[in-house]
Each structure stands twice: as structure tokens, then as C-alpha cells.
């Protein structure tokens, strides 16, 4: 019997068990043998060298041969407890292994085991059912798909008939009868995608619905709000009587809703028609703490009317963002009306600002309320268009879908980011962020170590006013805007900026250049403002009038000791300083004029 037959017939415990014997058997016929012919060698000995050496050799070998026998008989119990042991563990592995065998074949998810090879060695009936074939059709068969261990995956499953199915198949590593094989665990999920297909194509429908009723809604709700825009602005300009002053106010209150309004019935409109690069952006250096307080004031009397209370928190050296502030109110109109209809009564309303913690160029803006909360798997989908959450939780939150959609690509354009975060029950917090408005960040440009070493820095500044001494109502932004453009066409690129727009309308439209040039440069700059002022018409039609003056700014000269950007920084600082008297001045006049109206 050669080796590999002695390996095959030691499988079987009894039988190897019995080769143990025979071994044995023969070992001590073979050391009989060898033992007889020694005695038989001694006694030779014993008779050419004497009696006396025969018993010592004689001793010695009675003495080996117990040795020997002990050493025998201690390898035959190990040999026999190697037996014992080795029946226990393969009695064990066979139970294991129809144990195991018998969970497969009853497991109701298909299953197939899978050689290194590709080759099917084992299938259950669930996998027959799956697979429409009979077990011996599949084993021994290539399984035709990639198995890799610790994949979950989608396949086509094609049946005996043309049948498709899909399934998904989740793959381990395992051995098997001695080899290390993939096991492939499927599921039937063909019910479970076509119901998914249906309720993806409903959900189209749905939009599809949505977008005509929103656009024809849109459409419809321009026409009643021109005439409400037309008629106010008939009794703000008197047309109709004069007013008082508290009247003209509350006038310019809902003026600016109506415009408002009418911006985001055209950002729906746009939306609708899946087109959101209407949803321009202008950005102006903008004060992010009056915009919230003008929101709040907007929104006060709807949240006392369900006892909520609006409140604020931002610190007074909140710096500007570069922002467009109609944008920015229609966020916060937006986040805080959300707020409102989703707080319970007695609830809160929390608008903060300040320098956003991650990134010290940006501003961040939360909007707090105590509602009912939007689940963690809502959070990010609440953004989408015309989402709408379908937790029975949140029934309250029904809406269009419109409104932080339309948010997030408002905050994008400005270059920020939106998020909410949130807790079922206990309220939500969302949060934007707007990049502050630098001055540095517009100077670097023409503060250059050559314009510089030239000469000086001028500040122009030109304010646009009513004649009559009137504030500036929205009216005139036609022509704000007319004279911003004209300002640009201005403009020398290379020694001259134009700082973004940053006047409220209440106090006059001022504008600031600034020149990196001597006196007499500066002089030429604002004859040129001067002239193409001049020649607008619309201008001097509407009623405004213009003043455009300049100074000069001093700063450090350039050294190796100072460097560029130091001295673009204190020249940036000294600017700033500067662009405040405008505001003081005309806002101390219209204070004079409200005085002198209530007296």
C-alpha cells in the first residue's frame, strides 16, 4: 500500500486504529528477533571470554529490554489518546458541518458556495428557485459572476424561460470541506425595485404637477401685485394727498413687502422652469445686523399673533458681508417665516450672528426655533426641490418645497453654504454663512508697490440725494442703478476701484472710488464723475441731485521695513473711518427732518 493509499485508509478511525496495531505487533516481533540473536551472539561470548562477562551483558540487556517495554507501552496509551482525540474532533466537524449544511438547505435566501476557481460546489433549494434550474444543472458550472469577499452587489439573474430577476448578493469568505471557498448570500429584490421604479415615476408625476400649478400660480399673482405696487407708489409720491409722516412709513413697509414678494414670484418662476440662473445675486457691502432687525420688524406682529417670541443676539462690531442685501432679507424671511409656522405657541425664535468660528472670512447667520423638528434623515433632503417630508411627525412641515431650495442656491451664489441641524421634538437650528466684505481684499488690486511709490491715495465719494429733500424711496432704484453702471464706465482699472454699493436707501445712495494718484489725478477723476453725471437725464428728471467730492489719505511710505501688505492694511483702516461720515451726515439730516415733522 503506497502512501497516499495509507492516507485514504487512515480517513476511517477504526482502521487507522488497526494499522497502529500491526505496526506495533511487528515492531515487537522485530526487537524479539533482534534479541534472540543477541542472546544467542552472548552466549558465544560467554564461552571464549568467560561466565563472568556472560552476566553482564545479560543484566544489561534484561535492563534495555524493560526500558524498552515502559517506552512501548507509554507510546501506545498517548497513541491510543491521539486516537480518542482525533475521533472526538472529526465526530465533531461532521456534526458541525450538517448542522451547518442543514441551515443553508433550509435558509429561505438563495445561497451559493463558490470555489477560488468560479466554480459552483454547492447550492441550496432557495437558490434553485431563484436561479429556475436544478441543483445538478448548477454544480460543477462556472457561477458567471465576480464574488468578491465583503462586496454587497446587484446582479441580473436570467431564469430558464427568459425570465429576468434581480438580486442582491453579499459575498464571505468560509471553508469548506477543507478549502477556502466564497460564500454567496442572495435576495430576490425584483419586487422591491420595480415598487421602488413606481413610486419614482408617481414621484415625477407629482413634480410634474407641481411645476404647472406653481408656474400658472406664479403667473397669475403678478398682475394683482403690480396694481398694489402701482397704487402705493401713487400714495407715496402724493399723487393721491399728502401723508404723514408715520403713514408714509407704514407705506414704505409694505411697498418694500410688495417688491419682495414680486422677486420671489420671479425666483419661482424661475425654478419652475428648472432654469435657476435667474436667481441673480448683486453684492454690496451690507450690514447683516440691520437686515435681521428689518426682518424681525417684518415678521414681529405674525408671531405675537401665535405668542412666539422674536428676539436677536449679535455683537456690535459685527463687521459687514459682501452680500446682496434684497438676497439676504428673502433668506431670512424665508428661515424666520419657517420658524413661525412650524414654533407652537409660547415658543421662541432665536436670529444670531457672528464671525463663523471655522472660516474668519465668513459671517454665519442661525435661525432658532423651538418646533417640532425635522428627523436626521430629513436634513439634508428638506433642500431639494419640492421635497417634502413624509415622517408623520413632521405633518406640520407640509408645504411647496420651494422655500429652502430656493435658499441654498441663494446661499451659493454668495459663495456660502446652508445646513440645519436639528432634534424630532425639541426644534431646529439653520444656519448660512456669507463671506465678510474686505477692503483689503478690493485695494490689493491697485495698491501695488509701483502705484504706491508714485504717489498718494485719494478717496472720492459721490452721494445721490433728492432735491427736495426728501428720503429716497424704491421708486428711485431705477436710477441708483443707472448711476452705479455710470460710475464703472468711470473707472481706470489699473489706479482706480469702485467699492461695492453700501448706502441704506433711507439715508442717500453714496458711492466710494477710491485712486492711487496725486491730488491733481484725483482732481481729473472727479471732473469725469462730474460729466457723465451731468448728462443723465433720468437723473434730474426724478428729482436727485448729486455732490462728488474727494480727499486725500496719508499713509507710510514704502520700506523694507514696512511691508506692501502692511501699509494696504492701514491705508485699508483709514478708508474705513472715512466712509462713515457720509452715513453720519445724512442720517443727523434726516433726523432734522423727522424732528422738525413731529414738532
Known amino acids: 500500500m503506497n502512501y497516499k493509499g495509507i492516507k485514504e485508509y487512515c480517513k476511517n478511525t477504526k482502521a487507522f486504529r488497526d494499522l497502529v496495531m500491526i505496526y506495533t505487533v511487528a515492531v515487537l516481533i522485530f526487537v524479539l528477533a533482534t534479541v534472540l540473536d543477541a542472546l544467542e551472539t552472548i552466549s558465544e561470548w560467554s564461552q571464549k571470554y568467560g561466565e563472568w562477562r556472560f552476566d553482564v551483558f545479560l543484566t544489561l540487556l534484561v535492563f534495555l529490554a524493560f526500558s524498552f517495554g515502559i517506552f512501548s507501552l507509554r507510546r501506545w496509551r498517548e497513541l491510543r489518546r491521539e486516537v480518542a482525540e482525533r475521533k472526538r474532533v472529526e465526530d465533531a466537524l461532521r456534526e458541525s458541518e450538517m448542522r451547518f449544511r442543514t441551515i443553508i438547505e433550509k435558509n429561505a435566501d438563495p445561497i451559493v458556495i463558490v470555489d477560488k476557481k468560479g466554480i459552483v460546489r454547492f447550492v441550496n433549494p432557495a437558490a434553485e428557485v431563484l436561479f429556475g434550474r436544478k441543483a445538478e444543472e448548477i454544480l460543477a458550472e462556472s457561477f458567471g459572476y465576480p464574488v468578491v469577499a465583503g462586496e454587497t452587489t446587484e446582479i441580473d439573474v436570467v431564469r430558464n424561460g427568459g425570465r429576468e430577476a434581480v438580486a442582491e448578493m453579499r459575498v464571505v469568505e468560509m471553508n469548506w470541506r477543507g478549502e477556502n471557498v466564497h460564500l454567496a448570500s442572495l435576495r430576490d429584490i425584483t419586487d422591491h425595485k420595480r415598487i421602488l421604479a413606481e413610486l419614482e415615476q408617481t414621484r415625477q408625476q407629482q413634480l410634474q404637477m407641481k411645476d404647472q400649478f406653481l408656474s400658472k400660480v406664479s403667473y397669475e399673482l403678478r398682475s394683482p401685485l403690480s396694481v398694489i405696487h402701482q397704487f402705493t407708489t401713487i400714495m407715496i409720491d402724493g399723487i393721491a394727498g399728502d401723508l404723514s409722516q408715520q403713514q408714509r412709513e407704514y407705506l414704505e413697509i409694505v411697498l418694500g413687502n410688495v417688491d419682495q414678494l414680486r422677486t420671489m414670484i420671479d425666483d419661482l418662476l424661475a425654478v419652475t ?135 441654498k442656491e441663494l446661499v451659493s451664489r454668495h459663495n456660502g453654504r446652508i445646513w440645519v441641524e436639528s432634534q424630532l421634538g425639541r426644534g431646529s437650528t439653520f444656519f448660512f454663512t456669507l463671506p465678510i466684505f474686505s477692503l483689503v481684499d478690493g485695494l490689493v488690486r491697485i495698491l501695488t508697490p509701483k502705484n504706491l511709490r508714485n504717489g498718494s491715495v485719494a478717496l472720492v465719494t459721490v452721494e445721490v440725494f433728492p432735491t427736495e429733500k426728501r428720503p429716497l424711496t424704491k421708486t428711485d432704484e431705477t436710477v441708483l442703478e443707472e448711476v452705479w453702471k455710470l460710475l464703472n464706465r468711470c473707472i481706470l482699472p489699473d489706479v482706480e476701484v469702485l467699492l461695492p454699493r453700501m448706502a441704506h436707501l433711507e439715508l442717500g445712495e453714496v458711492s466710494f472710488a477710491v485712486v492711487c494718484a496725486n491730488q491733481s489725478t484725483a482732481t481729473s477723476l472727479l471732473r469725469r464723475i462730474q460729466g457723465h453725471l451731468a448728462r443723465c437725464d433720468d437723473l434730474h428728471n426724478d428729482g436727485l441731485d448729486t455732490a462728488v467730492s474727494f480727499t486725500m489719505v496719508d499713509f507710510p511710505s514704502v520700506t523694507d521695513d514696512k511691508p506692501v501688505e502692511e501699509v494696504v492694511e492701514d491705508i485699508a483702516a483709514s478708508i474705513e473711518d472715512r466712509l462713515k461720515s457720509p452715513f453720519a451726515k445724512r442720517r443727523h439730516f434726516y433726523g432734522q427732518r423727522k424732528n422738525s415733522h413731529r414738532g
Open 273 to 407: 422652469r428648472a432654469d435657476t440662473s435667474g436667481l441673480t445675486v448683486e453684492p454690496h457691502s451690507v450690514s447683516v445686523a440691520d437686515l435681521i432687525d428689518e426682518t424681525m420688524s417684518m415678521n414681529r406682529a405674525i408671531a405675537d399673533a401665535k405668542d412666539i417670541t422674536l428676539s436677536a443676539d449679535f455683537p456690535d462690531n459685527l463687521p459687514p458681508a459682501y452680500a446682496d442685501p434684497c438676497r439676504v432679507r428673502q433668506i431670512l424671511i424665508n428661515l424666520i417665516d419657517n420658524g413661525i409656522k412650524f414654533t407652537p405657541a409660547n415658543g421662541t425664535i432665536t436670529v444670531r450672528a457672528q464671525v463663523f468660528d471655522e472660516d474668519p472670512n465668513f459671517l454665519c447667520v442661525s435661525v432658532a426655533d423651538t418646533g417640532c423638528g425635522i428627523g436626521p434623515e430629513e436634513s439634508e433632503k428638506i433642500f431639494e426641490y419640492l421635497y417634502q417630508s413624509n415622517d408623520t411627525i413632521e405633518i406640520c412641515r407640509k408645504g411647496l418645497g420651494i422655500g429652502l431650495y430656493i435658499s
